[in-house]
């Protein structure tokens, strides 16, 4: 099936640091979703993308919905402890049947830098 | 406001044995409802998606099923469990199809 490609990975944190990460795909996508997950609960909806340039702020995460409509990113300012956790990215076209369904990249582990 | 409830938030079943997780939305009619599997916390694979009442459509193949007998209530099955059906399972809900989903707490399965 379809695949975005998320990177990094994963990384380290230190308190006070910048965090990036972002998403990529070879095809146009006309929403664009960022999820946090915390150990043993379900992801959580942080910021929706609707259109092409659209930069949106959610306290200290910022995220840009790419104009080729093909990638996203997620900015996240002066780390705190609890920003820890795997962030996902993901991805919605419009239409029925399987058009609909979410398209999730693997996600982005951050830890804190021990 | 929407809430989604789902149950249990672990469960720990031998191999062979049935399986049924629930799944219920309040504060919403008719919404979009989905099944979700993570293995090992990362990698959310859809397993099924339902557009309404007896509707479920199956994206990939496995030995389990879903039914949806409510227009909130969603329900994975399964009649023998398999080890690799161990993992982390997630319902999901959104208004309309190509809209953002909404996840509820998972449920922690082990198979034994």
């Known amino acids: 099936g379809q695949q975005l490609n998320q990177s990094p990975q994963s990384m380290f944190i230190q308190e006070g640091e910048d965090v990036s990460m972002n998403c990529t795909s070879s095809?146009?996508?006309?929403?664009w979703l960022w999820y946090k997950q915390d150990p043993g609960e379900g992801p959580v909806l942080l910021i929706a993308?609707?259109?092409?340039?659209e930069l949106t702020s959610n306290g200290r995460l910022t995220a840009q919905f790419g104009i080729t409509r093909k990638d996203s990113f997620l900015n996240i300012s002066a780390s705190i402890p609890s920003d820890v956790g795997i962030y996902f990215c993901a991805g919605l076209k419009s239409g029925g049947g399987s058009q609909g369904n979410l398209i999730f990249g693997k996600g982005t582990k951050l830890s804190v830098k021990p | 406001s929407q809430t989604i409830h789902q149950w249990p938030a672990t469960l720990v079943q031998p191999v062979g044995s049935p399986l049924s997780l629930e799944c219920t939305v309040e504060?919403?009619?008719?919404?979009?409802l989905y099944w979700y599997r993570q293995a090992a916390g990362r990698g959310l694979q859809l397993l099924f998606y339902?557009?309404?009442?007896?509707?479920i459509s199956s994206e990939v193949p496995q030995n389990l099923s879903a039914s949806r007998p409510q227009d909130r209530q969603f329900i994975l099955s399964s009649k023998k469990l398999l080890l690799s059906d161990s993992g982390f399972y997630l319902c999901?809900?959104?208004?309309?199809?190509?809209?953002?989903?909404?996840f509820g707490q998972g449920t922690r399965l082990t198979v034994v």
């Open positions: 993308l609707y259109k092409a340039g």
């Open positions: 999901a809900w959104s208004w309309n199809r190509g809209t953002e989903a909404f």
């Open positions: 095809s146009i996508f006309n929403t």
């Open positions: 504060g919403t009619s008719n919404p979009n």
């Open positions: 339902s557009v309404g009442i007896g509707q």
